[in-house]
């Protein structure tokens, strides 16, 4: 059996943020277990509010990671552990955010005493390090943000400074479709520490459209100013669309559909959290899900309005009252609309939110008042993998939930779901309103047909978790084919 220090390893980083490492992480995941590898994905520090529950090695229950190491652990076929994402950061605030580490939550810290708290996450980072290699051929690594961050240099656990730390040879991926992806690379070999830039064995540049021989030039340039290999040019990659999302960014570039038969709304919330929970419904054919940006109103014409998870249910509460969503909602109400709230949108729809411990800033904050419920906010967090039943149309359902608060009240006496028999969730007594802890509960896709019936959606259901498996062997092939994988593979060490 392999050991931590035998497992073969590579890792991406980006020449800034957005550039595709975790696409492209997945692809080589699901590349490598194709032929036949016993791979594990690594970041050893992460920021999203999009979170997955996983394994926690040698104990029940589970903690958080990314989403995206959750996709990286299904493109590897193996189960999730927190050892996948020892950091992860979930913004709060613009300047703060709840620290979790491998898996469990540490407490809040504004980014500058972060800054100084990242020295002694090293040692957790190295030891989900070492756990996480034994028994993996490979293990792919991707970076955060980017080395050419030197100013973080000093206390960098996400880049460099683990690469250099764990002998991890890395490959710099460079977006050529945001433009000066030749400047990009280019100049993070001349910012580079020396040390630093010796671990670099190689670059590709990603997201290309159009006839790749027109960028032989550019190629050319790259290799005169680093002397840097090439390992390829990766087109633009459209199933990537069909994978769930970690960063919010991708909500401020949502297109709008053209008329399809169901139209969905989604206020962007300033702390949106795990909005690849709309993912299924995006997937349907005749559903049009709309990311909703401040200052909009909520489209008269939808079916169904969702309020997504938040990382701050009061403070989003505030926002949906600034953008005077909270009219548009009771307007939908009204004209007969259905409105569904998940997790932190589910305690929006309440009556009251109270935060006796101040988790939020203490106080109450008034909901709502779509459903006959009140929220405490308590420091106890759930995270958990969960099998339930829908009550509403009695279809299994699975999911997680990742939260902190109690919600009860006369609605909670018709749940939305049970959950191992318990009781979760509420629903209005017309029926059109209703919430839920359940993250994940579009992704069931009988439940799913069924809700969209009555949407006046006929033939939905897809196979979802399918169209994510297809997804993730399309964009292993794509890269076999545009990318000089083995070679990537011969430069792990």
């Known amino acids: 059996m392999s050991t931590a220090s035998k497992a073969r390893a590579i890792m991406l980083q980006g020449t800034g943020s957005d550039v595709g490492k975790t696409v492209l992480v997945a692809g080589l995941c699901r590349a490598a277990r194709n032929r036949g590898l016993s791979v594990r994905p690594f970041k050893p520090q992460n920021m999203s509010n999009n979170a997955a529950v996983a394994d926690l090695p040698g104990e029940a229950g589970g903690g958080e990671i990314g989403r995206a190491q959750w996709l990286q652990a299904l493109a590897c076929g193996v189960p999730a552990s927190v050892d996948m994402n020892p950091v992860l950061l979930k913004p709060q605030t613009d300047i703060g955010a709840q620290v979790i580490v491998q898996g469990r939550m540490r407490g809040e810290a504004k980014a ?8 002694s996450l090293m040692d957790a980072v190295m030891q989900s390090w070492e756990r996480l290699g034994e028994g993996a051929d490979l293990v792919v690594v991707e970076g955060a943000g980017s080395p050419a961050e030197i100013n973080l240099r000093p206390r960098d656990i996400a880049n460099m400074g683990f690469a250099t730390r764990a002998d991890v040879p890395v490959a710099l991926v460079g977006d050529i479709d945001r433009g000066g992806v030749i400047a990009a690379v280019a100049g993070t070999h001349l910012i580079l520490p020396e040390a630093d830039r010796q671990m670099i064995v190689g670059y590709l540049i990603n997201k290309f459209r159009g006839d790749v021989t027109l960028f032989d030039d550019g190629l050319a340039a790259i290799e005169r100013f680093t002397g840097w290999r090439c390992f390829g040019v990766v087109p633009w990659l459209r199933e990537a669309a069909l994978l769930p999302s970690e960063d919010s960014v991708v909500l401020e570039r949502a297109v709008r559909g053209g008329g399809p038969a169901c139209k969905v709304a989604v206020p962007m919330l300033s702390r949106i959290a795990n909005f690849d929970d709309l993912d299924p419904l995006r997937a349907e054919e005749e559903v049009e899900v709309v990311f909703v940006p401040p200052g909009s109103p909520l489209p008269s014409d939808a079916a169904l309005v969702v309020i997504p998870g938040s990382k701050s249910t009061i403070a989003d509460l505030a926002m949906l009252r600034e953008n005077g969503w909270d009219k548009d909602l009771a307007a939908h109400q009204r004209r007969g609309g259905r409105i569904v709230g998940l997790c932190g949108g589910y305690q929006m729809l309440g009556r009251v939110v109270r935060d006796p411990h101040g988790i939020e800033g203490g106080g109450e904050t008034e909901g709502l008042g ?30 997680y939930e990742i939260h902190l608060g109690r919600s009860t009240g006369p609605d909670t006496l018709r749940p939305a779901v049970t959950i191992d028999g318990v009781p979760d969730g509420a629903v209005s007594p017309n029926g059109r309103v209703w919430g839920t802890y359940l993250h994940g509960i579009f992704s069931a896709d009988r439940f799913r047909a069924k809700f969209l019936e009555e949407l006046g959606v006929r033939g939905g259901g897809t196979d979802y978790r399918a ?9 292993a092939d794509h890269l076999e084919r545009h990318l000089d994988v083995d070679a990537l593979l011969a430069a792990a060490r």
Do not use: C, H, M
Request: net charge negative; glycine share 4%; hydrophobic share 45%.
């Open 112 to 119: 500058r005493d972060y800054q100084a708290l990242k020295a």
């Open 370 to 399: 779509l459903l006959d419920i009140e929220t405490v906010l308590e420091p106890e967090k759930i995270v958990r993998n969960v099998s339930a039943r829908s009550v509403i149309f009695n279809e299994y359902v699975a999911g």
């Open 467 to 475: 169209g994510i498996e297809n997804a993730l062997d399309a964009i």
